[in-house]
């Protein structure tokens, strides 16, 4: 296994970045995380995740589709896309891991969603193990191994060392344009580091709450529950947990006229929404308790159904640590599961 010192790491995103793009966790002023590009002075985050996903690489909040130019009746449709660079996404945790390859299964699809391929083609992920989770996580429920994450690259970061194991081609070719900063080291170190952490998943408070109910077979049963009345009760309707999640992947296109041409525009959008999914005869969820059982009936029931078995979820804990009446998929989890 290979490893780099810890002193060493400021280089090695130097290293590293005069061949492409580096963005990694770094602290804001007030202490939490987000993706930042590597310049000298940049320092690596120790927080366990960032406040946003790192979905916003490949789906981010706002992107131009095309722009339209006019002249009376003649329109001319262009193509705004432009061939994207190639890019290092360093330490990303396993949950985030996990959920690209969700929304892999939404935009790569057919049809293929092809700004979101482009991005996806020129990314390469620096996943790193988790050894302190908190109690909020509970990837452990599906079947994620925060001790073992995936993407290109996978890293373990000890008191003194990052050990790495190349998963791809790109892992390999990364570390082999880095080899001058690693050394050859005994990976003893990490497994006794992963089963450490694999004790302390175990004995999370979330990581072993039951799914069996959520099957299709029970979708309509689900459905009516009078529980959701009383869930949705506190929901705000804010779409803060639709913002933070990782695998959210609902959108809304529209277009702005610049007095010179019109530009489309995707844009994040939640079901929590009053308007979301708006048509001109009126909207097919009136209430907040359709939208509240819609985004979890999504997670738990539809996405799953249609996607052997694969949740809508990866226990990043976002949603229970931002929601700000305390209202998470972890409570409908636990109400509905009693049924």
Request: proline content about 4%.
């Amino acid at each position: 296994m290979l490893s780099l010192l810890k002193s060493k790491l400021n280089e090695f995103f130097e290293l590293v970045a005069k061949e492409t793009l580096v963005y990694l966790p770094v602290d804001n002023s007030s202490g939490q995380a987000s993706y930042q590009k590597w310049k000298e002075g940049v320092v690596y985050s120790s927080a366990l995740n960032t406040v946003r996903s790192a979905k916003d690489f490949f789906f981010p909040q706002m992107e131009n589709l095309m722009d339209f130019k006019m002249q009376g009746k003649s329109v001319e449709v262009v193509d705004t896309r432009v061939e994207k660079e190639d890019f290092v996404i360093f330490g990303v945790r396993a949950c985030d891991v996990a959920s690209f390859s969700i929304l892999d299964k939404v935009f790569l699809a057919d049809p293929v969603d092809t700004y979101y391929q482009n991005r996806r083609d020129h990314a390469v992920i620096i996943s790193m193990a988790c050894s302190k989770p908190e109690s909020t996580c509970f990837c452990p429920l599906y079947g994620i191994d925060a001790t073992k994450p995936e993407g290109d690259l996978s890293a373990w970061e000890t008191e003194d060392r990052i050990f790495f194991k190349a998963n791809t081609q790109k892992g390999e070719v990364l570390l082999n344009n880095a080899s001058r900063l690693l050394e050859e080291s005994e990976g003893q170190i990490v497994e006794v580091q992963r089963e450490t952490t694999k004790k302390i998943l175990e004995e999370l408070p979330f990581a072993h709450l039951d799914l069996s109910k959520f099957k299709g077979e029970n979708l309509m049963e689900l459905f009516n529950s009078p529980k959701w009345a009383e869930l949705s009760q506190s929901c705000l309707g804010c779409g803060t947990c639709t913002f933070v999640c990782p695998t959210c992947q609902c959108f809304d296109i529209k277009d702005f006229d610049t007095g010179h041409g019109v530009k489309r525009f995707r844009c994040w959008d939640s079901c929590m929404y009053s308007e979301f999914t708006k048509m001109a005869a009126a909207n097919p969820r009136l209430t907040q308790l359709e939208r509240f059982r819609q985004r979890f009936m999504h997670k738990l029931v539809y996405f799953p159904d249609n996607n052997e078995g694969t949740y809508g979820c990866v226990g990043c804990g976002r949603c229970l640590i931002k929601c700000p009446v305390s209202m998470n998929i972890v409570k409908v989890i636990k109400q509905l599961g009693e049924e």
